[in-house]
């Protein structure tokens, strides 16, 4: 039996390693059409920006709401702020700090969906 384990370790330890050279290298995963809403913080933050540096030309919030809602389930606003926060944290330059800022505040103004407006 003890002849047995040094030949059973080394054949697990050469499929563990043909395994890996094959996962990594030969065939890799390819994310391919993924959705914008499983984007790392850091990325949802430059698309925030992105976003608030095309609203600071073009002033069309329904134009923001509709690209923002591509990052989730969320209000528009809770983007804007999470980027802010983020911003903030990685020290991003003052002028898109504004941009951003200028953004939240332009969509915390808009009625939430589901909201009654009076006449």
């Known amino acids: 039996m003890s002849t047995h384990l040094p030949r059973l370790l080394l054949g697990v330890l050469f499929g563990a390693f043909i ?3 094959y996962g990594w ?6 994310y391919v059409d993924t ?3 499983s984007l790392r913080i ?3 933050t430059d698309y925030v920006l992105m976003v608030a540096e095309s609203y600071a030309s073009d002033k069309n919030l329904n134009l923001v709401q509709f690209r ?3 990052l989730g389930p969320q209000p528009p606003d809770v ?3 999470q980027a802010i926060d983020y911003a903030l944290e ?3 330059s003052r002028s898109d700090l504004e941009l951003l800022n ?3 505040i332009d969509l915390r103004a808009l009625p939430r969906p589901g909201e009654i407006q009076a006449p």
């Open 102 to 104: 200028q953004l939240a």
């Open 90 to 92: 990685q020290s991003f």
């Open 42 to 44: 850091d990325f949802r």
């Open 35 to 37: 959705s914008s809403d």
């Open 25 to 30: 290298l030969i065939r890799p995963v390819e």
């Open 68 to 70: 923002l809602a591509a």
């Open 79 to 81: 983007y804007a702020t």
């Open 19 to 21: 395994a890996l050279v």
